[in-house]
């Protein structure tokens, strides 16, 4: 029966693209994928794509039921309907399944006139090999919705990522984004293969997420009276700085942490949550007093400079808070890390503070900086003793910081080095190369942002082994880019900063060995339609050099 069913299909599957009224896709022969495969060994011919192909899984894993939802994704956008699914192989099918000699997001995608393979060493693999498939079709097959037809190159693609972390950092403390824009994020994360979403959910200007036992974090933290317009001059302010005099505010309750969290798991996206402590603790501060130095009324801040004003380390209840707050967020999030920033915390508080000052003369301290230190090491242990590592910002090396810490380099690459000689594991995310809250350009009508330009050509550049041993180089575990939103206030501004630059950092932790400037503005060009075809914001300076 089976070998009678074999012969029929091609046949049936002829018949159901020639009984399609919509075009069929043809394809330009062009393989440009981003980020740069390992090999690409070009073939000859082409695999049509119908309606009418079925899709076989071979993986046993349950996360393959994920693969089998991003592939239809796809076939829906061409389509307008799913992939059957198939029992048993047979020509003209797509097969996905597992091979246990590749690491888990390696993969091998085979494209013949009769056939497909994705065979890959887990799920994640899979999936990466499903957007590849994405950009081997014509961007014009995107939303076509009734297609007959697409054309692929046949190809055998053999990939495997460089680096295992490979990051998006989106501050939606400065101004808040919907779930459905958190989404649309990871959507575009997913699309450049990027693996860790990095939410920075508090800050001095908002606290973003519900918190069952202290609800003064979202009725008051939440929102902020106003917010000033244009740049922050920073120092004093006068009557001449502007604000818009309207409440910006918003939060995330569990259930809609679960469900990003949910969201990212199914495209292999781990979510690492952001809690700020010590500092850049004001919407805190604003929800429950207690938590300074002083205990005074606080407002949830409104401009952006560094604030002064942050979490007392002299008293228990700063610790009790902290610690009921964390174990919250591990509930809310499986992954294996937490991030409590640790960035820019002024001493100045502390520094007058009798119950700081108190904690450093029980604790042999001689300066308050080292009140960092001591609460850094504190909430560290705790976060281990719960199966969680701790990162924290490079600041965070000030001090003795164990070796399970991970730092994340942001002030330049030498607060990474510096970790790696202490043992540490690093994330390389400095400002030089990886803060997409800079210009795309010099030139005068970008939109508002935080000063200074970051091309896509310096992004491409970025060396994140530079300045260290080959020995050290596994300390390194990935590499982020980090959106801070001060001046960016909505969406669209959002794709604006990540996209084209996100390609190019996509290329620095898939493809770190194998990067040519020259050949990746070749792919960029193609991957540009695909953003077209999706909807996507972009900056285009990069096509007009």
């Known amino acids: ?19 399609c009224c919509g075009p069929m896709i043809a394809s330009d022969g062009e393989i440009a994928v981003v980020p740069r495969p390992e090999r690409v060994e070009a073939g000859e011919g082409r695999f049509v794509w119908t309606p009418a192909t079925p899709l076989v899984v071979e ?31 047979r020509e003209h099918a797509v097969r996905i399944a597992e091979d246990a000699t590749l690491a888990p997001e390696a993969y091998r ?26 950009q081997l079709l014509a961007p014009e097959a995107f939303g076509a919705g009734n297609a007959s037809g697409a054309e692929v190159p046949c190809a055998v693609i ?27 994020t990871l959507d575009i994360m997913a699309l ?5 979403f990095h939410w920075h959910l508090t800050d001095d200007q908002g606290w973003r997420i519900e918190i069952r036992k202290y609800p003064e974090l979202t009725r008051t933290g939440s929102v902020r009276r106003r917010t000033l317009v244009g740049h922050d001059p920073g120092g004093e302010y006068d009557e001449t700085c502007r604000y818009d005099e309207t409440p910006h505010g918003g939060f995330y309750t569990r259930e809609e942490i679960r469900d990003v969290v949910d969201y990212a798991a199914r495209r292999f996206i781990t979510v690492i949550p952001e809690i700020e402590f010590p500092g850049h603790s004001v919407a805190a501060l604003a929800s429950y007093p207690w938590l300074g130095c002083t205990g005074e009324q606080y407002e949830v801040r409104q401009t952006w400079d560094i604030d002064d004003r942050v979490c007392c380390i002299g008293r228990e209840t700063t610790f009790g808070f902290v610690e009921d707050v964390l174990s919250e967020v ?47 090491a504190r909430i560290e242990r705790f976060l281990r ?16 910081l164990s070796a399970t810490a991970v730092v994340m380099s942001w002030r330049g690459t030498e607060g990474g080095i510096r970790a790696v000689q202490h043992g540490n594991d690093v994330i390389m995310a400095p400002s030089s190369h990886c803060y997409f809250d800079y210009a795309q350009s010099q030139r005068p009508d970008e939109p508002l942002s935080w000063g200074g330009d970051l091309p896509v050509a310096r992004v491409h550049a970025f060396e994140p082994f530079e300045g260290l041993a080959p020995e050290q180089r596994p300390h390194i575990l990935g590499v982020q880019a980090n959106l801070w939103t001060e001046y960016i206030a ?48 972009y900056a285009q300076h990069v096509f007009e050099e």
């Open 59 to 89: 993986m046993k894993d349950s996360t393959a039921a994920w693969v089998v939802d991003a592939w239809n994704e796809t076939a829906v956008s061409v389509f307008g309907r799913p992939a059957d699914i198939a029992g048993e192989d």
């Open 385 to 400: 003793a719960r199966g969680k590592r701790l990162i924290g910002w490079d600041e965070i090396l000030d001090g003795e």
């Open 192 to 196: 450049h293969k990027m693996n860790v």
């Open 490 to 537: 909505d969406f669209p501004h959002v794709q604006y900063m990540l996209l084209p630059r996100l390609a190019a950092l996509s290329e620095v932790g898939w493809a770190l060995d194998r990067r040519e400037y020259p050949d990746f503005l070749r792919r960029l060009r193609r991957m540009a339609r695909l953003y077209d075809a999706c909807g996507y914001r």
């Open 109 to 134: 995608l085979t494209v013949t006139p009769t056939h497909v393979d994705i065979e890959a060493g887990a799920p994640a693999g899979a999936f990466r090999a499903v957007q590849t498939w994405r």
């Open 158 to 184: 053999c990939d495997a990522p460089c680096l295992g972390y490979r990051g998006v950092m989106l501050d939606v403390a400065r101004h808040f984004f919907t779930v459905d824009e958190v989404k649309r």
């Open 1 to 19: 029966m089976y070998s009678v069913m074999k012969n029929l299909l091609p046949a049936a599957a002829a018949l159901f693209a020639v009984s």
């Open 330 to 376: 591990a509930e809310l999030f499986p992954g294996q890390y937490v991030h409590i920033g640790g960035d820019e915390c002024p001493t100045v508080m502390w520094e007058s503070c009798p119950a700081c000052r108190g904690r450093m003369r029980a604790e042999g301290m001689t300066r308050p900086r080292q009140l960092q230190n001591y609460a850094t």
